[in-house]
């Protein structure tokens, strides 16, 4: 291993390892590893339960707030339903009081019956089916070992599931692509169906099996799905398709939402039927044995196998890719595509660019024009940035980038928990989208606030123990006061108190309750019974709040403070507004832009002073949220706050400009401190600090790992000294 072992967070467990249908492009029985015919058929009880106390423990050791567990085969419905309940049984015993359980189950449907349905009802189990399009389309390769069409069953098993009673049940289709099928009538036949999710998947491949291809077509999978997004978007984009979510996620700097795409590590593993530990089952398109770990339930701990070469070789992000990988301006949204489709036989193995490599570089830069919603081009007063005479400009353009970045993050987080029978959530998210429609966009305060993109990638990050979805009421409700409206809504308590984030917080007392009903404009009345108002520093043009209640406000590597007393308020005012004066005669170019785009100030506990080692993206809140120690003296403080507001706006920089190869960690740290250092030279010009600046940018332009950006913004830099 190479650094912290990452635990798992997701289990595909195979129930079954024999299938009812003979799909030709199946990669279980089709492909190069054809380990399944020596497994047991069924999962056995002895497996089970070892399966869950492996679980169960692993969950424990790293206090994982929730996993994911998905029943495969095969065809998992073999297993039959008294089998399936004893899985179901085992793991929620196992799990319960440990973590949340989120259990789910993917099927071809044929086997589907409202038998299977009570029991998954009753167990919480979500169900994925398989289904490839319309009936042409489907049964290209969906057909039974004689010939029969699926297509009539599968239908009949989404009909079972679009029942009120089940509808909560549905989890999406999936569909393997088919260049042969029309890309528009395969999506209108799966839409038709209203399903929660559409997940389309790009047949399983490597350099030595090559996917069918036209010979004069340089990317028809890109092609193909590029047919689909346009027929999505113009109809309002009507039901989420996981790998556009993914790509628009990715270009706008938040995370991937698949797998086969970005730079996250993978947290996957597989339990085959008789137990052994094996790694992503696409790798069995690979080499005949290729997914094998050698460890089993019965001997082996996660943690073991989590050690395993070839489960860390998936966790290194962009360190783990190919050399031609690594260089490519797309890569954050990449990721080298699906590690399984990077494999050559001649040596190379997986240090390879994915066998997709055009089609997703294309896939990529086509919904990058169509939505903007990345850059590898500057934004508006990039060099105003660079060289220190932004007038606020460029910074309000980031603050209006990241906004966007954090609507889309809640989106998807509405994405991930919609559709789930919370009838809380449903009422919250309702009233969320209509805020949002709404002209005078009384959501926008919400979106803007830097601890709201917190709570959001926390909840994508599925530390739902970290971040309760239950949260998203507080959010709504923190937004109704700016319409002026009198609306009463649930809001969570937390720790005896419900927050309104930005306005502040209602002592509710010693009540046994999870929430509490609020009539919100009440709240905002100055000396309502245990109301506690957010505290603001308001000075010379800058207006920012003195945030010590926002429950995701603990985000800077260091303990925000708790509740300030009166007297502890007074002090921070003082010197903070001592230390924006100076920033003001010092540095006017960067006091515009605080006053533009800073928003909170969290105080935090510690001794005073920046971290110990800058950090390229080192700034969770952005430049909108600042985490500071209280120093007495105004001019530390001021060199504080102008170090970490700059280190924030690179932060929002990075989300929307590629300006170094992330591989380069040297290159982040030396960018990250040179252009902070730039700024608070004016605040403490010292010579040895100039001359330190000056041999980082000359490292930097030395360096060859800028991009052209990079090499523009370095050489702003240079100006400005």
């Given at each position: 291993?190479?650094?912290?072992?990452?635990?798992?967070?997701?289990?595909?467990?195979?129930?079954?390892?024999?299938?009812?249908?003979?799909?030709?492009?199946?990669?279980?029985?089709?492909?190069?590893?054809?380990?399944?015919?020596?497994?047991?058929?069924?999962?056995?009880?002895?497996?089970?339960?070892?399966?869950?106390?492996?679980?169960?423990?692993?969950?424990?050791?790293?206090?994982?707030?929730?996993?994911?567990?998905?029943?495969?085969?095969?065809?998992?419905?073999?297993?039959?339903?008294?089998?399936?309940?004893?899985?179901?049984?085992?793991?929620?015993?196992?799990?319960?009081?440990?973590?949340?359980?989120?259990?789910?189950?993917?099927?071809?449907?044929?086997?589907?019956?409202?038998?299977?349905?009570?029991?998954?009802?009753?167990?919480?189990?979500?169900?994925?089916?398989?289904?490839?399009?319309?009936?042409?389309?489907?049964?290209?390769?969906?057909?039974?070992?004689?010939?029969?069409?699926?297509?009539?069953?599968?239908?009949?098993?989404?009909?079972?599931?679009?029942?009120?009673?089940?509808r909560h049940l549905f989890a999406g289709l999936l569909c393997t692509i088919d260049l042969r099928n029309d890309p528009v009538a395969?999506?209108?036949?799966?839409?038709?169906?209203?399903?929660?999710?559409?997940?389309?998947?790009?047949?399983?491949?490597?350099?030595?099996?090559?996917?069918?291809?036209?010979?004069?077509?340089?990317?028809?999978?890109?092609?193909?799905?590029?047919?689909?997004?346009?027929?999505?978007?113009?109809?309002?984009?009507?039901?989420?398709?996981?790998?556009?979510?993914?790509?628009?996620?990715?270009?706008?700097?938040?995370?991937?939402?698949?797998?086969?795409?970005?730079?996250?590590?993978?947290?996957?593993?597989?339990?085959?039927?008789?137990?052994?530990?094996?790694?992503?089952?696409?790798?069995?398109?690979?080499?005949?044995?290729?997914?094998?770990?050698?460890?089993?339930?019965?001997?082996?701990?996660?943690?073991?196998?989590?050690?395993?070469?070839?489960i860390t070789a998936r966790q290194q992000g962009l360190a783990g890719l190919s050399e031609q990988c690594r260089s490519c301006p797309?890569?954050?949204?990449?990721?080298?595509?699906?590690?399984?489709?990077?494999?050559?036989?001649?040596?190379?193995?997986?240090?390879?660019?994915?066998?997709?490599?055009?089609?997703?570089?294309?896939?990529?830069?086509?919904?990058?024009?169509?939505?903007?919603?990345?850059?590898?081009?500057?934004?508006?007063?990039?060099?105003?940035?660079?060289?220190?005479?932004?007038?606020?400009?460029?910074?309000?353009?980031?603050?209006?980038?990241?906004?966007?970045?954090?609507?889309?993050?809640?989106?998807?987080?509405?994405?991930?928990?919609?559709?789930?029978?919370?009838?809380?959530?449903?009422?919250?998210?309702?009233?969320?989208?209509?805020?949002?429609?709404?002209?005078?966009?009384?959501?926008?305060?919400?979106?803007?606030?830097?601890?709201?993109?917190?709570?959001?990638?926390?909840?994508?990050?599925?530390?739902?123990?970290?971040?309760?979805?239950?949260?998203?009421?507080?959010?709504?409700?923190?937004?109704?006061?700016?319409?002026?409206?009198?609306?009463?809504?649930?809001?969570?308590?937390?720790?005896?108190?419900?927050?309104?984030?930005?306005?502040?917080?209602?002592?509710?007392?010693?009540?046994?309750?999870?929430?509490?009903?609020?009539?919100?404009?009440?709240?905002?009345?100055?000396?309502?019974?245990?109301?506690?108002?957010?505290?603001?520093?308001?000075?010379?043009?800058?207006?920012?709040?003195?945030?010590?209640?926002?429950?995701?406000?603990?985000?800077?590597?260091?303990?925000?403070?708790?509740?300030?007393?009166?007297?502890?308020?007074?002090?921070?005012?003082?010197?903070?507004?001592?230390?924006?004066?100076?920033?003001?005669?010092?540095?006017?170019?960067?006091?515009?832009?605080?006053?533009?785009?800073?928003?909170?100030?969290?105080?935090?506990?510690?001794?005073?002073?920046?971290?110990?080692?800058?950090?390229?993206?080192?700034?969770?809140?952005?430049?909108?949220?600042?985490?500071?120690?209280?120093?007495?003296?105004?001019?530390?403080?001021?060199?504080?706050?102008?170090?970490?507001?700059?280190?924030?706006?690179?932060?929002?920089?990075?989300?929307?400009?590629?300006?170094?190869?992330?591989?380069?960690?040297?290159?982040?740290?030396?960018?990250?401190?040179?252009?902070?250092?730039?700024?608070?030279?004016?605040?403490?010009?010292?010579?040895?600090?100039?001359?330190?600046?000056?041999?980082?940018?000359?490292?930097?332009?030395?360096?060859?790992?800028?991009?052209?950006?990079?090499?523009?913004?370095?050489?702003?830099?240079?100006?400005?000294?």
């Open positions: 291993m190479t650094g912290p072992l990452i635990p798992f967070r997701q289990l595909v467990l195979k129930v079954h390892s024999r299938c009812d249908l003979a799909c030709d492009h199946c990669y279980v029985y089709e492909h190069a590893d054809q380990s399944w015919s020596s497994r047991p058929k069924i999962i056995s009880d002895e497996v089970i339960s070892w399966t869950a106390l492996r679980l169960a423990e692993h969950a424990k050791d790293h206090a994982l707030s929730s996993v994911q567990v998905i029943l495969h085969g095969g065809e998992p419905l073999l297993a039959g339903p008294k089998q399936l309940r004893r899985v179901c049984e085992e793991l929620r015993t196992a799990l319960g009081g440990v973590c949340e359980l989120d259990l789910r189950i993917h099927t071809n449907g044929v086997q589907l019956s409202e038998r299977y349905l009570d029991l998954f009802d009753e167990f919480g189990v979500l169900v994925g089916i398989s289904l490839d399009g319309d009936k042409a389309a489907n049964d290209l390769h969906r057909r039974f070992a004689d010939g029969r069409s699926s297509h009539g069953k599968v239908l009949a098993a989404v009909r079972l599931l679009q029942q009120e009673r089940y395969a999506y209108d036949a799966l839409a038709a169906l209203d399903p929660p999710r559409i997940d389309f998947l790009l047949p399983h491949a490597t350099w030595d099996e090559p996917p069918p291809r036209p010979a004069d077509v340089p990317a028809p999978y890109a092609d193909w799905l590029m047919a689909v997004y346009d027929r999505w978007d113009a109809r309002g984009r009507p039901v989420p398709v996981r790998l556009f979510d993914s790509v628009i996620s990715t270009l706008g700097g938040g995370p991937g939402l698949t797998e086969s795409m970005g730079l996250a590590p993978a947290d996957v593993l597989v339990i085959e039927t008789d137990g052994t530990f094996e790694q992503a089952d696409s790798l069995k398109t690979a080499y005949d044995g290729a997914p094998a770990t050698g460890e089993d339930v019965f001997h082996h701990t996660l943690d073991q196998v989590a050690a395993h070469p070839g797309v890569v954050r949204s990449c990721g080298g595509g699906l590690y399984a489709h990077r494999y050559r036989g001649d040596g190379s193995g997986f240090d390879n660019p994915s066998v997709y490599c055009a089609d997703l570089e294309t896939l990529i830069r086509s919904i990058d024009n169509r939505t903007e919603a990345g850059a590898d081009r500057p934004v508006e007063g990039f060099d105003a940035l660079a060289d220190g005479t932004d007038d606020g400009t460029a910074v309000r353009e980031l603050a209006r980038a990241r906004q966007a970045v954090t609507r889309n993050l809640l989106m998807l987080v509405g994405q991930e928990l919609g559709g789930r029978g919370d009838e809380a959530w449903d009422r919250s998210w309702r009233l969320a989208l209509d805020l949002d429609r709404r002209d005078d966009s009384p959501l926008a305060p919400v979106l803007a606030h830097p601890y709201t993109r917190t709570w959001a990638m926390r909840c994508l990050a599925g530390r739902s123990g970290a971040a309760p979805a239950a949260h998203l009421a507080s959010l709504v409700a923190s937004a109704l006061p700016h319409r002026g409206t009198a609306d009463r809504i649930s809001v969570p308590v937390t720790d005896g108190f419900a927050h309104l984030q930005g306005t502040g917080r209602l002592r509710v007392g010693e009540v046994d309750a999870e929430t509490v009903e609020l009539a919100v404009e009440l709240l905002r009345t100055a000396g309502a019974p245990g109301w506690e108002p957010m505290r603001w520093v308001r000075t010379n043009g800058l207006e920012v709040a003195l945030d010590d209640l926002d429950p995701y406000r603990d985000c800077f590597g260091r303990p925000a403070m708790d509740r300030l007393t009166d007297e502890e308020a007074g002090r921070w005012r003082e010197v903070l507004s001592r230390a924006w004066e100076l920033i003001r005669e010092a540095l006017p170019s960067v006091a515009a832009g605080m006053a533009a785009g800073l928003r909170v100030v969290t105080p935090l506990t510690g001794p005073a002073g920046p971290p110990a080692a800058p950090a390229a993206a080192g700034a969770p809140g952005g430049f909108a949220a600042l985490g500071i120690t209280l120093d007495p003296d105004p001019v530390r403080l001021a060199v504080a706050l102008v170090r970490e507001f700059r280190l924030g706006v690179l932060d929002a920089l990075l989300d929307v400009c590629d300006l170094y190869d992330e591989a380069d960690a040297r290159t982040g740290g030396l960018l990250a401190d040179a252009y902070a250092r730039s700024a608070t030279l004016a605040l403490l010009p010292e010579a040895e600090s100039v001359r330190q600046l000056r041999g980082q940018l000359d490292e930097l332009s030395g360096r060859g790992t800028l991009t052209a950006l990079g090499l523009r913004f370095t050489e702003g830099m240079r100006r400005a000294l």
